[in-house]
């Protein structure tokens, strides 16, 4: 149980272009999903909050116009990469929190396997 | 703010011998730590969390708050342990949940 899934996996843009990336909860429901960078061999960055039905909450430093974030339904959160550049190129990582389990007391994030985004 | 730091980049030992990866916190609150695992190729996946006090895989790991540590150890170490580590303090009250991680430590566990 607990499964985050990613798509793309990877993906290839051009300078210029927007790109979209999906996480979804598989077999839980998550109100709360969060958004993090990671650059090669170094820690993941929080990027943002995703909360179903409102707005995401973004970490300071990071442009909202430029990293749209959508939580239309409990299982979905979409990350767009809008005008993309290449300093965007990055591994970019979702996880997820059980609804159920946080209504009694468990936080813990469920991870997704990723997203590779080149941008050239 | 809060601030996870793990002070060593890389940590090599032999098969059977202790290892010790460090991991130290600054918040000004009351701190829920984890350890995070990332073997190669695979997500992120939590190892352990402090409030549980539970040990997986024979590591374990204790917050000191005095010394505001939360070190993971392992008496004796085999090669399947080879993977990234990463120190997490969960910050915001638990109704918020959001987790900060230190800079990780790459454990590489020769035979």
């Given at each position: 149980g607990a ?11 051009k300078?210029?272009?927007?790109v ?5 909860s ?8 969060f958004?993090?960078?990671?650059f ?9 909050t995703?909360?179903?039905?409102s ?28 005008s ?5 190129s ?7 929190r ?5 209504g ?9 396997p ?7 | ?6 002070p ?20 000004s ?15 992120l ?5 402090h409030?549980?006090?539970?040990s ?16 993971l ?19 915001g ?7 900060t ?11």
């Open positions: 499964v985050v899934s990613q798509h793309p996996s990877w993906v290839i843009c300078s210029g272009t927007s979209k990336i999906e996480c979804r598989l077999d839980f429901q998550a109100t709360t999903m958004w993090y960078r990671q090669p061999k170094q820690s993941l960055m929080l990027m943002a995703s909360n179903e039905g707005k995401a909450t973004y970490e300071q430093g990071v442009e909202k116009d430029k990293f749209l974030i959508n939580h239309a339904s409990l299982t979905l959160s979409t990350l767009t990469v809008t993309a550049h290449p300093e965007d990055s591994f970019y990582i979702c996880s997820a059980d609804v159920w389990l946080a009694r007391g468990s936080y813990e994030q469920y991870f997704g990723g997203t590779r985004l080149t941008v050239t | 703010a809060q601030r996870v730091t793990q060593e980049k890389l940590l090599s030992v032999f098969k059977g011998a202790p290892v010790e990866l460090k991991c130290n916190y600054s918040y609150g009351s701190p829920e730590l984890f350890w995070y695992v990332q073997y190669s190729r695979q997500r996946q939590l190892l352990l969390r409030i549980s006090r539970e997986i895989k024979g590591f374990t790991a204790d917050l000191n708050k005095g010394e505001t540590s939360f070190h150890k392992k008496p004796f170490a085999q090669e399947e342990d080879s993977a990234m580590y990463y120190c997490a303090l969960m910050t009250g638990t109704s918020y949940g959001k987790l991680f230190g800079q990780g430590t790459i454990l590489t566990v020769h035979p």
